[in-house]
């Protein structure tokens, strides 16, 4: 069965530092990763997929296959950057697609 | 577009009484998703709907919990009877399942409080 794990709950970090948040997952078939942000009290919004090699707001995130990780990096955290984010993992079921999420992260980063 | 609308936003509701929530996804998505969300377990899938056919109810906590999807531009998530412990917020979600890569978009939530 497909897993997703983020083992810190918290991640405290002051302005300018660098972020990296840790997502391991484990999955049988070809994993396709996501990163979603959630704002205080307010919709999870898609930041970054595996597949784009893209860069959002200043954070990328490399699929690392022999280590079955995506972790998400920013080389300097913003006071803006202060919210919950959720790795998340799809799979194919039978009929379609399904998104399975760690547990999520906090992300406080401090002045 | 206006997205996925999720109605109440808000719902207090005494123990034992029966909660509806409501869902209308995105024009056009065939894939409609309820999650739970609660500081302990995170986000949790309740059930999933391809094509308003139910394909994976396994997160569905109880028979307290009923799911339906009568179109394909709405669905319901039923509790009754309803719990404390079934506070949280739930969120409905949906994504067009066309390609590989399509983004799964949320609502804003239903925050359910159960006293």
């Known amino acids: 069965?497909?897993?997703?794990?983020?083992?810190?709950?918290?991640?405290?970090v002051f302005k300018g530092a660098p972020v990296e948040l840790k997502c391991n997952y484990s999955y049988s078939g070809s994993p396709e990763l996501f990163w979603y942000v959630q704002y205080s009290r307010q919709r999870?919004?898609?930041?970054?997929?595996?597949?784009?090699?893209?860069?959002?707001?200043?954070f990328t995130a490399d699929l690392n296959k022999g280590e079955t990780s995506f972790h998400l990096k920013k080389p300097f955290a913003q006071e803006e950057d202060s919210a919950m984010y959720y790795c998340a993992l799809r799979t194919l079921t039978g009929g379609g697609n399904k998104l399975t999420f760690g547990t999520g992260t906090q992300l406080k980063v401090e002045l | 577009d206006a997205g996925v609308i999720q109605?109440?936003?808000?719902?207090?509701t005494?123990?034992?009484?029966?909660?509806?929530?409501?869902?209308?996804?995105?024009s056009g998505h065939n894939s409609l998703f309820w999650y739970r969300q609660t500081m302990m377990?995170?986000?949790?899938?309740?059930?999933y709907f391809n094509n308003n056919v139910p394909i994976d109810d396994s997160g569905m906590p109880e028979d307290r919990f009923s799911a339906k999807m009568p179109n394909a531009s709405f669905s319901t998530?039923?509790?009754q009877p309803s719990e404390p412990r079934d506070s949280a917020v739930y969120f409905c979600a949906?994504?067009?399942?066309?390609?590989?890569?399509n983004t799964i978009y949320f609502g804003e939530g239903s925050w359910l409080t159960v006293v």
């Open chain 2, 41 to 47: 377990r995170g986000l949790e899938l309740l059930i």
């Open chain 2, 14 to 26: 005494e123990m034992g009484q029966e909660v509806t929530l409501r869902c209308k996804p995105i």
């Open chain 2, 7 to 12: 109605s109440p936003r808000h719902e207090v």
């Open chain 2, 77 to 79: 998530l039923k509790i």
């Open chain 1, 1 to 12: 069965a497909q897993r997703v794990t983020q083992p810190e709950k918290l991640l405290s």
């Open chain 2, 94 to 101: 949906s994504s067009y399942d066309g390609i590989s890569g």
């Open chain 1, 44 to 58: 999870l919004q898609l930041l970054l997929r595996h597949i784009s090699r893209e860069s959002i707001k200043g």
